[in-house]
């Protein structure tokens, strides 16, 4: 009795704590909140508005920000520490300014800001500002907007100046014209003026170390940006000559009034100007030309395969696909050396285009022996499939035309007659023998490409029957041929029309017009089409950009109803097989649940060998019950499309 009461009074009091410790809780959340409430006031009130105007022109941006007496200050902020805010791998290299690090990382250089993704911007200036404290106290992060803005601005501006002064060192390669060495020195020295700047800027900011803001050390200033805007705008850093009376001369004795002289320019704004950065008009670009490699002649190719434990020979004959890639490794070799970076990567490019070239002079020859086209217009032959249509058709409906056909015996044969495994697999390129035995001869992936096509506007108007028809073909092949095909199950099902039409419809299309163009049996057709798949690999190529054969690809799609290529309808499933039943076992067989295909088999004679257990749940109507006891076996003889779409019917509970 005692304990109890201990109990409840110690209930009570934890009851009482808890009452009290959701009180205090519910206090600091409303003290939080009026605080964050004030604390974003202040903030919103304090915050230093945008000048109107363009930064540059109408006002300066290092004034508006505060720090006009501090351009220490003032350049950190454009700077950090590459390895704090930038991939580690570029560390070695140099370091980054913040802005224009995540403008890199971020944005695309290639294009102003006016051409960019907002949401994109939105998130750099907000990465901006987490990065550099001090930005947040100006209102919506204007000046990371503005030195974006610039930069792309100067970016843009430097590599149109840049094509310029390429295409004019390329017409001066061409002309012969020498390197000017003046050109060099003054490049020199603005690299050692560059490198004063970083000594300057490295040095520490009183104001951060007092506010505590430092965003990180850096090396290079962003005022030359600010500079660069403002002459790019007025077009000039010098001041124009002016006209102005002068008094006239004692020793003159005509007493004529001359032109004042002209006023000395701006030493320090011409001392900041950079060529590269503004208009040619002004300042047209240097003329000086970088040392080339040399130009390689097939003479200057070497005999022998440059890759390591390699010791092929280069073809005798000129080949101006391994003469583009020595050029690029002489090219390589010239600027990183001989063992640089990317040499050895380029060695085994090389050896694979020698093995290549040469396995295709040895297919031409073979080829030439065998008289197989080099050169076929497809623009002749995708008219000519068409005419095979009732052909193809045929082995939709007809099981014995599909079961006789030698391409599907050699798909059936690639595949070890998995046929379940094979449409079951989401990825195909597990058969590799089908993979490679569904390839077109000396049609190539070309002719692959075009007859697959073709096939798919041919059909496009029998997509309302053609899986049924296929389903049903299939089903009497493996009733009449058991032992031909793997094990199956209730999951199972037939083959895709994709999968059919590209593993077996497309060769067997190539073998026709091969039967044709040689004429020649089908037997024989088929010889000649596996014979050449190496050849029509290397001869036939798609990879290339030829407008004649998806010109002809595009005609098909248009011929298609609706104007698409999905011209297969996917309102009717694919119907699934029944399942195989189990040999008999001690253990007692599991019962398939619901509803399936078995219920449509007949009673099997032998129950021994095949026991068909009694499906479980089962509910019916009686109209479905008349009619599953008329319904023949699965696969039989009698299994037509009518009874397709009856099975349909009841497996999804739809009135037929």
Not at 390 to 409: A, G, H, K, S
Not at 484 to 500: G, P, Q, R, V
Request: proline fraction near 6%.
């Amino acid at each position: 009795m005692a304990r109890s009461k201990a109990l409840t009074n110690a209930a009570e009091v934890n009851h009482k704590l808890q009452e009290q410790l959701a009180a205090a809780q519910a206090e600091i959340s409303k003290y939080k909140q009026r605080e964050a409430a004030r604390r974003k006031a202040t903030t919103t009130k304090n915050l230093i508005a945008r000048p109107h105007g363009q930064p540059g022109r109408d006002y300066n941006l290092q004034t508006e920000m505060r720090l006009a007496k501090d351009t220490v200050h003032f350049r950190r902020l454009h700077a950090s520490e590459l390895s704090k805010v930038c991939d580690a791998r570029l560390t070695y290299k140099f370091r980054q300014r913040i802005v224009k690090d995540r403008v890199h990382q971020e944005l695309d250089v290639s294009t102003t800001i006016s051409k960019q993704d907002k949401t994109r911007v939105d998130a750099t200036v907000i990465k901006i500002g987490k990065i550099a404290p001090y930005f947040r106290r100006f209102a919506g992060l204007w000046p990371v907007r503005n030195m974006i803005r610039t930069y792309l601005l100067n970016m843009q501006n430097r590599r149109r100046t840049d094509l310029e002064t390429e295409k004019e060192w390329t017409e001066d390669n061409v002309n012969g014209v020498d390197p000017d060495e003046e050109e060099r020195e003054g490049d020199a020295d603005e690299d050692k003026e560059a490198e004063a700047d970083d000594e300057d800027v490295d040095e520490p900011s009183g104001e951060e170390d007092a506010t505590g803001e430092g965003e990180g050390e850096g090396e290079y200033s962003d005022e030359e940006d600010e500079e660069i805007s403002i002459l790019a705008k007025h077009k000039a850093p010098v001041s124009a000559p002016k006209t102005t009376k002068a008094a006239p001369k004692n020793n003159t004795a005509s007493g004529q009034k001359r032109r004042a002289a002209d006023p000395p320019a701006d030493a320090s704004a011409a001392k900041k100007h950079k060529p590269a950065l503004s208009t040619p008009k002004h300042n047209p670009p240097s003329r000086a030309k970088k040392p080339r490699a040399k130009v390689l002649t097939w003479a200057d190719v070497p005999a022998e395969c440059p890759a390591v434990l390699c010791e092929d020979d280069l073809p005798a004959e000129q080949n101006d696909r391994l003469l583009a890639l020595f050029q690029r490794l002489e090219d390589l070799c010239f600027n990183v050396g001989p063992q640089g970076r990317g040499v050895s990567l380029l060695h085994l490019e090389i050896c694979a285009a020698i093995t290549e070239e040469k396995k295709k002079a040895n297919y031409l020859r073979i080829g030439a022996h065998n008289e197989w086209p080099l050169d076929i217009d497809f623009a002749a032959v995708v008219p000519r499939i068409p005419e095979l249509k009732e052909t193809v058709l045929d082995m939709f409906r007809d099981p014995e035309i599909l079961w006789d056909c030698p391409i599907f015996q050699h798909f059936l044969r690639n595949i070890d007659h998995k046929l379940f495994l094979f449409c079951k697999s989401e990825s195909k390129a597990n058969f590799k023998k089908a993979v490679l035995g569904r390839r077109c001869g000396y049609y190539g992936p070309k002719g692959d490409f075009m007859i697959n096509s073709t096939i798919y506007r041919m059909l496009a108007t029998e997509d309302d029957q053609l899986e049924i028809q296929l389903c049903t073909t299939l089903s009497a092949i493996i009733d009449d041929n058991p032992d031909a095909f793997d094990e199956y199950d209730a999951s199972s099902n037939l083959i895709l029309i994709k999968d059919f039409v590209s593993f077996v419809l497309t060769p067997y299309i190539a073998s026709l017009l091969i039967s044709e163009d040689r004429d020649i049996d089908m037997e024989q057709a088929v010889h000649v089409l596996e014979e050449s798949h190496d050849f029509g690999d290397l001869l036939q190529r798609d990879d290339e950009d030829d407008a004649v054969t998806y010109e002809l690809h595009r005609k098909n799609i248009r011929a298609m109803k609706g104007g698409t290529n999905h011209i297969f309808s996917q309102a009717f499933p694919y119907i699934k097989l029944g399942e195989k039943q189990p040999k008999p076992k001690t253990e007692k067989a599991s019962k398939p649940q619901g509803l399936s295909l078995l219920d449509f088999e007949e009673p099997n004679p032998n129950p021994k060998k095949r026991p068909v257990p009694k499906p479980k749940n089962k509910v019916v109507t009686s109209e479905e019950e008349k009619k599953e006891n008329t319904a023949p076996a699965f696969g039989g003889s009698t299994f037509t499309v009518q009874k397709c779409v009856y099975i349909h019917a009841v497996l999804t509970r739809t009135k037929v």
